[in-house]
């Protein structure tokens, strides 16, 4: 992920319900393998049936006009900032060019109401394409073109998802991705991505969860999340779960109602205490309610782990404001 999207949330999770619901043809890799979380692989001696298995979506030679395309169905819909159109391992058999439109629909897999996002974009491979996106539209869909066929190993889509709190009475998780809630910046993401915190259920390995490289000087290590929503944090939950030998000691929240995302950095001095340092058990998840400070309407929390180490999941629980 380049630094620029590094802020934003990849929508075509599966965990998060996105599905591959279309293609023209997937005679040689499935269309399901384009948004596999896993960066893809090259097995120099794997051959299935239809011949050399690869790691993504690949179509057959197309012997007549026209080209290929499949449609991926978000589990939450969501702002689109950005793609990386990854050709890993795709050398002799990657499409020369891409295109990618997006829509608003009820439907499975919708035939109208398709808008452009990115025209006809020439592609190289064994290579990530980062594209930017400019649109202000919450889509449902997603339909890449392939010009005129071959094979495409990872499809990203970034952005942001924009819950609707409407009908929302009581608590609710402000941190979660499904509502919005993803992490802006942190210290360290050495060995797991800082999107994991936020993500659904709970970790299923050491893998999904937050990790940061040994500590060796001074310091500790932080993330900055902002909420889906501003609210006030009335419960906290730190899971350290699959984490032994390498959980933090210790944890703190600070948290504060900025204007901006901009503004929500780790040089500000407007964070408040929500939560001072507490300790922190191994494989587990910690509780906080009676411990939390009263700071208001909040916007952003930066969680502080003493001095480093993994953290599964962090929930912030409470009542949207406004």
């Known amino acids: 992920m380049t630094h620029k999207a590094q802020k934003w949330v990849r929508l075509e ?17 499935a269309k399901e393998r384009l948004i596999e979380p896993a960066e893809p692989v090259f097995i120099d001696d794997k051959y299935d049936d ?18 290929d395309f499949c449609v991926i169905r978000l589990g939450v819909p969501g702002l689109i900032h950005g793609f990386d159109v990854d050709t890993s391992f795709f050398t002799g058999n990657y499409p020369p060019q891409a295109s990618i439109e997006a ?13 452009e996002l990115l025209p006809k974009t020439d592609l190289v491979g064994d290579t990530h394409h980062y594209l930017d996106v400019r649109n202000d539209t919450i889509f449902t869909h997603v339909r890449l073109h392939i010009y005129p066929d071959g094979g495409v190993a990872r499809l990203r889509i ?9 009908d929302i009475d009581g608590y609710v998780d402000l941190a979660a991705v499904e509502h919005g809630g993803r992490p802006l910046a942190c210290s360290d993401e050495h060995y797991g991505s800082m ?20 500590r ?12 889906g929503q501003p609210g006030v944090i009335e419960r ?6 699959h984490f032994k030998g390498n959980y933090p000691d210790r944890v703190s929240l600070e948290a504060a109602n900025f204007a901006s995302d901009d503004e929500a950095n780790n040089e ?42 993994g953290i599964s999941r962090i929930r912030l629980f409470g009542q949207v404001h406004g």
């Not at 619901?21 to 040689?28: G, L, N, S």
């Not at 790691?55 to 012997?63: I, Q, T, V």
């Not at 970034?158 to 409407?166: M, R, S």
């Not at 906290?236 to 779960?241: G, L």
């Open 13 to 29: 999770q599966p965990r998060l319900g996105t599905r591959v619901v279309y293609a023209t043809d997937d005679f040689f890799a």
């Open 50 to 67: 239809h011949g050399k298995w690869m790691d993504g979506w690949e179509s057959r030679r197309k012997r007549e006009p026209g080209h």
């Open 103 to 115: 829509c608003v629909s009820n439907e499975e897999s919708p035939e109208d109401g398709w808008v």
């Open 158 to 166: 970034f952005g942001e998802v924009k819950a609707d709190f409407t």
């Open 195 to 214: 999107h994991n915190l936020t993500a659904p259920g709970r970790g299923v390995n050491m893998g999904d969860g937050w990790e940061t490289a040994r």
């Open 216 to 227: 060796r000087g001074p310091g500790n290590d932080w993330v900055i999340i902002a909420l």
């Open 236 to 241: 906290a939950e730190i899971d350290t779960a």
């Open 268 to 309: 500000s001095s407007n964070w408040q205490t929500l939560l001072p340092e507490a300790k922190l058990k191994m494989d587990q998840q910690h509780y906080f309610d009676d411990a939390l400070n009263d700071v208001g309407p909040v916007s952003h929390v930066r969680m502080s782990i003493y001095p480093d180490g």
